[in-house]
């Protein structure tokens, strides 16, 4: 194992000469070749912006391994750096479908008063949410809630999407016939909870910032949430078809938001102006499932700004 980590770290592509920064996400091929071909089995930094942090990885966890090939600031580069830049002026903070932590872990580094909670159903996810919160100092400060977010208190099916040798970013619960192409390895059965009743039942009256990442069921969670939303904490939520979109933008219009696509390609903000998701999809978004930012408080947009400018500025 020595052996491989050492030929991965010497091979990683933001070490070599002559290379230039790029964004990355764990969809990007490079980061799948990459990993394919160098595997990695160990501790990987992560770095954003000033803010360091360590994440483990057994040659698994697709968020890590973009850091580890591409470097500082390389994961959803745009959205990530929005993130940091309010999270650090926030005192209470959600990151809901946390997966490994790095939205919530770089909130608490970046706020070390705030109160924040990480809320992800996947038992073996969860598992290594725990190393890394105990590796950068968070446990346990940062609290972790073990369930599903949804509209009423019960019980869903929570359909993994990959096997063994990955963990999980894709843990849906949309049924799999909702679903032609995709064939589930194992479902398992989780309890699952509105976020206002989640919230309140960990202490959290209102939040700041939330970052909403549920593979599908958007609507659900946000449907879950009203009383949450009612203080208009900002959030990043992603959001997979116009459909669901549409569903979404009904729920935050209602509670006076603006919306924008967070374009982590670009490196830019797409507002949403109320016309027709089908054609703004078409026209904007297309097949890419991307992250939005929600606001009301136009400090919180202006801090969302100046984390993308910072980004802006590291390829020019």
């Known amino acids: 194992m020595a052996g491989l980590n050492a030929r991965s770290l010497a091979a990683r592509p933001w070490v070599q000469p002559g290379y230039r920064y790029r964004p990355a996400s764990q969809h990007d091929q490079a980061g799948h070749d990459f990993r394919g071909t160098h595997p990695y089995f160990g501790w990987t930094h992560v770095q954003v912006d000033e803010i360091d942090l360590t994440m483990f990885s057994s040659n698994d966890d697709g968020v890590a391994m973009v850091?580890?090939?591409?470097?500082?600031?390389?994961?959803?580069?745009?959205?990530?750096?929005?993130?940091?830049?309010?999270?650090k002026h926030s005192a209470a903070v959600a990151d809901v479908g946390s997966f490994t932590g790095l939205f919530g872990i770089s909130a608490q580094v970046a706020a070390p008063n705030a109160s924040v909670i990480a809320i992800e159903p996947n038992p073996a996810v969860r598992a290594r949410l725990f190393m890394n919160l105990v590796a950068n100092g968070c446990y346990p400060k940062l609290k972790v809630a073990p369930y599903a977010v949804s509209n009423a208190l019960g019980t869903l099916s929570l359909h993994v999407a990959w096997g063994p040798d990955i963990l999980d970013t894709g843990s849906s619960l949309n049924a799999?016939?909702?679903?032609?192409?995709?064939?589930?390895?194992?479902?398992?059965?989780?309890?699952?909870?509105?976020?206002?009743?989640?919230?309140?039942?960990?202490?959290f009256a209102k939040l700041d910032l939330i970052k909403i990442d549920v593979e599908g069921v958007e609507a659900m969670a946000l449907a879950g949430a009203r009383k949450t939303l009612a203080a208009q904490p900002t959030l990043f939520l992603e959001v997979q078809g116009h459909e669901n979109f549409a569903a979404c933008y009904?729920?935050?219009?209602?509670?006076?938001?603006?919306?924008?696509?967070i374009d982590d390609e670009n490196l830019r903000l797409i507002p949403y102006q109320g016309s027709s998701a089908a054609e703004w999809f078409s026209e904007n978004v297309g097949a890419r499932v991307m992250n939005y930012?929600?606001?009301?408080?136009s400090e919180h947009e202006e801090m969302a700004r100046h984390g993308l400018a910072r980004i802006q500025a590291k390829i020019r």
């Open 67 to 87: 850091y580890h090939a591409f470097g500082p600031d390389a994961y959803e580069a745009a959205s990530v750096a929005a993130w940091l830049a309010i999270a």
């Open 176 to 203: 799999p016939q909702n679903r032609p192409d995709w064939l589930p390895i194992r479902t398992e059965i989780v309890t699952a909870a509105p976020l206002d009743v989640i919230l309140a039942e960990h202490g």
């Open 293 to 297: 930012l929600c606001v009301a408080r």
């Open 250 to 261: 009904a729920i935050l219009a209602a509670h006076g938001y603006r919306v924008s696509a």
